[in-house]
């Protein structure tokens, strides 16, 4: 038998000490892995109070068997807890959009041969009632919401939760179903009065509908295809049902207009590049900053570029908006180093497709490796680079420790995660996604999940940062309750530029604590992220 493949210590580790039996056999039986517990387990034989599960898994070309042993005794609350935090939203007990992803394809897969639809509800104006209300009214309003859409839609669909009030319905058996109808059933029912709190508040919901097969035929496509619905829908008003807009309509109407500003701002140097700290929990000092991308008006006004992301890459044009904010960043050291420190970080933001890109990454290395301290900047990626894990570890990992450049995993956490990539990638930073901390310290469960990345960011020698944190609750549940180092969010500063701290002096240098130097207001609104 081939000498099974040598696991990293600390993983080893782990899992040698792991309270489960864990075993993995490759296609033709020969065993790979199998820690401590499997063993005892094989011994044992004893049924009765061990749970024994298996199920199959592959990695490229490659396909694996795996085999895991629990105690059926002192587990069973454990396991339920975990599921519903991993497959359930907190707020509306909704399935979440992994759940709502495994459901919609499963159900694909079984009936190909059906009509199927998706529909993605947004709750309008939540921005403005959060503003006025507060979070906590929000939040009872979307619960509510979440109530009246499940006690309209048949019992074959699947109602699931997404985030920032965004619902999806998968409906099925469409034979004797008018859809429009039935979208209008829906609306109608969400301008019903609700009363939250005493307070009777009016409201509303936009529909984008995308099609099975028309429109896509998995999950994520027919996702993606009802949120551009969704986008027409809204752009004409509020409260209106919307299809997917042809490819023409699209690439004639609002997305060509935006790329013609993005490439003649690009051409004439009007993007540029505003900073956000990232502030030590422990003495409230600047520890590094994040670089973040503005677009500066004919006025001379910075305005956030909302997401632009995709549609650079679709114009082609990402791999330069990526190079220009290296080039400024470089070009920007000195003033960095006085509005800060010269030990700060400086993270820059690539796509998971550049991080999997070895020209790309390699041109980028090229030109951060011209200064002296390469080791100062950290790459930030989304879990989404996970897809391409294999070659992320292959390809890009060896070129950023060879030029001493750290990596971040981005929004940890709402994303692809998944334990063996994150194993396999061993990045150096794990950013926490700002879903995590939002009213943490009256949300238990949040607080549960919290703990468990909290523990194994730690466990994987990585460095902790937790983003969006907001107010002062937040910022105080995390001093008292984690062992999380750094923090980000708007409690803090806001994203600006160096020119802004040399005229104002009133943002956040370097040194000093967060008391002293904030004057800006924190944010408020969940969902109001500053674009990268």
Do not use: C, N, P, Y
């Given at each position: 038998m081939p000498p099974a493949r040598a696991l990293p210590s600390d993983l080893e580790e782990i899992l040698e000490n792991a309270s489960f039996g864990l075993a993995v056999t490759d296609a033709d039986g020969l065993e790979v892995y199998a820690n401590r517990q499997a063993g005892l387990h094989r011994l044992s034989g004893d049924e009765a109070t061990v749970r024994e599960m298996h199920f199959a898994t592959q990695t490229g070309d490659r396909s694996f068997n795996v085999s895991l042993w629990l105690d059926a005794e002192a587990l069973p609350d454990l396991d339920e807890e975990i599921f519903r935090l991993a497959f359930f939203d907190e707020l509306t007990g909704l399935p979440n959009k992994t759940l709502l992803g495994r459901m919609v394809g499963a159900e694909l897969q079984t009936h190909a041969d059906r009509q199927a639809a998706l529909f993605l509800i947004d709750l309008d104006g939540l921005g403005r009632t959060n503003d006025y209300y507060g979070a906590a009214f929000t939040n009872l309003l979307i619960a509510a919401f979440s109530e009246r859409m499940s006690s309209c839609v048949r019992s074959s669909d699947v109602l699931g939760y997404l985030a920032n009030g965004m619902f999806c319905i998968f409906v099925t058996d469409l034979e004797d179903l008018d859809i429009s109808d039935y979208a209008n059933q829906l609306l109608a029912r969400a301008k019903e009065p609700f009363l939250i709190q005493g307070i009777e508040?009016?409201?509303?919901?936009?529909?984008?509908?995308?099609?099975?097969?028309?429109?896509?035929?998995?999950?994520?496509?027919?996702?993606?295809?009802?949120?551009?619905?969704?986008?027409?829908?809204?752009?004409?008003?509020?409260g209106r049902i919307g299809y997917k807009p042809t490819a023409s309509a699209l690439r004639g109407t609002t997305d060509m207009s935006i790329e013609q500003r993005l490439r003649t701002a690009l051409r004439d140097q009007k993007l540029c590049c505003v900073y956000q700290p990232k502030v030590s929990l422990r003495d409230n000092t600047v520890v590094g900053v994040e670089t973040l991308l503005r677009w500066r008006d004919d006025d001379g006004k910075l305005q956030a570029l909302g997401d632009f992301v995709n549609l650079a890459t679709d114009a082609g044009i990402i791999d330069a908006v990526s190079e220009h904010v290296a080039h400024e960043v470089m070009e920007s050291l000195p003033r960095i180093d006085a509005v800060f420190a010269p030990s700060i970080s400086i993270s820059l933001n690539i796509t998971a497709h550049q991080a999997s890109s070895p020209v790309f990454t390699r041109n980028l290395l090229d030109l951060l490796t011209s200064y002296h301290r390469p080791e100062r900047f950290i790459l930030e990626i989304t879990e989404e680079a996970f897809l391409n894990g294999e070659l992320l570890s292959k390809n890009t990992l060896p070129m950023l420790r060879e030029a001493g450049v750290k990596l971040s995993i981005d929004d940890f956490g709402v994303g692809y995660s998944s334990l063996s990539a994150l194993a396999a990638v061993t990045a150096d930073e794990l950013k926490i996604d700002r879903s995590f901390v939002q009213n943490v310290h009256c949300r238990p469960r949040s607080q549960s999940v919290l703990k468990t990345i909290e523990s194994l960011g730690h466990a994987l020698d990585m460095k902790l940062v937790i983003e969006g944190v907001e107010t002062l609750e937040e910022v105080e549940y995390l001093k008292q309750n984690t062992a999380i180092d750094v923090a980000q969010g708007y409690y803090f500063s806001k994203p600006f530029a160096l020119e802004e701290f040399v005229d104002t002096g009133d943002l956040l240098p370097s040194g000093r604590t967060r008391d002293q130097a904030r004057t800006h207001t924190p944010a408020r609104t969940p969902g109001n992220r500053s674009p990268r």
């Open positions: 508040t009016f409201s509303s919901a936009s529909i984008g509908i995308s099609l099975f097969a028309e429109d896509g035929a998995d999950f994520e496509t027919l996702l993606v295809s009802a949120d551009q619905a969704l986008r027409a829908a809204k752009s004409e008003s509020k």
